[in-house]
């Protein structure tokens, strides 16, 4: 009989580049609070409004799971890629850039040595998130340049600068990295981009899929993400200097066909590197405007699948992914599996490259001696985000905070322009009947 070999798409996991490896197992007898459905048959029929009350829930669960994995990775020291990609979750979960555990972490990543292409690529894209980070435009310069070295002669990307062959892994990160560079005023030459979509458009199969390397391997789904999604960086980029050649949208196409023949990858924990791919799915359908591969709902499918196999203390484990040896007691996952959990819950990838979070205030910063300019700011926040905060405004009607109803109120009049009877100084059992009609309108108007 032969051995079981770790599949491939392990092997090419985030920061594996750093030489870390996960724990065998978890420590101390953490269970998960469900078991993982094995394909997402069902997810795209759940209420959309009680499928976004579970994620509003699990990502309150993470928080403290979060913020723990956030300060443990500070203390480890110089571990650039780790720290960046959980600095960029809590980014995107609404931290608060006042919290010391996220000033400390910001701090240490701006000080920390960045070696390759995923240290630099990620650290690139959490200053592109964070305006205050520190010393921004000379480090992300710096770092650009760095991450240019990090490519072969054909232009895609290598685990660093020394000799070797590119992947496909890296080198999506590569181009995110000079994606968030551009976005922050660096020029990155036109040929950068032509020549990194010639070589990864050549390397899609005949099925239009994608394999980790060069040589005609068979295609998967995470791979295949992360070509779709360099395609459309490269079109982005080559559009916005003048004109983007027409082949990429027939690429782009052949990609989606891809998954929508193979769509029951998505919502699968057995997925190879399940975590990794679906956050990869999230960046490429927000790329490329796609709400349903086929007729699944990708992210409902993928959301359920996080929500049931969220551990008890919040985090997240997996089963198909390389972790970062960061492995936490009390259910708190770990590191790698909850970034990439709590990034694609968010869903806050920007199609057009900018400021994730820019000193707003969220719910989970509202307490019961909040100021009101503080609930005016959080439903400011809200309000600007536009139809696709209404989940979260709809979560927090229910909330047994008052501030947080009273933000969930302002946001909720300004975007569906009526406030359904609703008032926040209400207990929320006696404001059923509002929140149902909130409810109903948003599965009519979403």
């Known amino acids: 009989m032969r051995p079981m070999l770790l599949p491939r798409a392990t092997l090419h996991m985030l920061l594996a580049a750093l030489g870390v490896l996960a724990a065998a197992s978890a420590q ?48 480890r020291r110089n571990c650039a890629g780790e720290l960046a990609l959980i600095l960029l979750a809590a980014t995107h979960d609404g931290v608060d850039p006042k919290d010391k555990r996220f000033v400390a972490a910001v701090e240490e990543l701006a000080a920390a040595q960045a070696l390759g292409t995923y240290d630099l690529a990620l650290r690139l894209m959490v200053m592109e998130a964070l305006p205050d980070f520190p010393d921004r435009k000379k480090l992300a310069a710096a770092d650009a340049r760095a991450l ?19 992947d496909l892994s890296n080198t999506q990160y590569g181009a995110l990295g000079l994606r968030a560079a551009a976005a922050l005023g660096i020029a990155i030459e036109r040929g950068v981009w032509s020549k990194l979509a010639d070589v990864i458009g050549d390397e899609q199969d ?56 193979n769509a029951k990858v998505i919502g ?103 100021k009101p300019e503080d609930v005016e700011a959080c439903a400011k926040g809200l309000i600007a985000r536009g139809k696709s905060a209404l989940p979260e405004v709809l979560h927090a009607l229910r909330s047994e905070v008052g501030t947080q109803r009273q933000a969930a109120a302002l946001a909720l009049r300004a975007l569906a322009g009526q406030d359904f009877g609703f008032d926040p100084a209400r207990d929320p059992l006696q404001s059923r009947d509002a929140i149902h009609a909130a409810e109903l309108w948003y599965l009519r108007n979403r």
Request: overall charge positive.
């Open 268 to 370: 699968s924990s057995n997925e190879r590197s399940s975590f990794y791919f679906h956050y990869g799915l999230e960046r490429a359908a927000i790329l490329c405007d796609v709400q349903k591969v086929g007729e699944l709902d990708w992210y409902a499918a993928g959301a359920t699948m996080l929500c049931e196999s969220q551990d008890d203390g919040g985090g997240w484990r997996s089963i198909s992914d390389l972790g970062s040896g960061i492995t936490l007691t009390k259910g708190r996952g770990d590191m790698v599996p909850t970034a990439f959990a709590i990034l694609f819950l968010r869903r806050k990838f920007q199609k057009v490259a900018g400021p994730i979070t820019p000193r707003v205030v969220v719910f989970a910063n509202l307490g019961p001696q909040s």
């Open 206 to 261: 005949s099925y239009g899929g994608w394999d980790y390397d060069q040589g005609g391997g068979a295609a998967y789904a995470s791979m295949t993400a992360a070509g779709i999604a360099v395609m459309a960086i490269c079109q982005q980029q080559l559009a916005a200097g003048g004109e983007a050649p027409k082949w990429i949208d027939q690429k782009l196409a052949r990609g989606w066909q891809w998954f929508a023949r």
């Open 28 to 75: 101390g007898g953490d269970k998960p609070k469900r078991v993982a459905a094995p394909a997402a048959a069902g997810a795209a029929a759940q209420d959309p409004a009680k499928l976004a009350e579970r994620v509003a829930q699990a990502l309150d669960d993470a928080r403290p799971a979060l913020l723990a994995h956030l300060q443990e990775t500070t203390n």
């Open 148 to 166: 240019l070295l990090c490519r072969d002669a054909p232009g895609a990307f290598r685990y660093n600068a020394r000799p070797g062959r590119w």
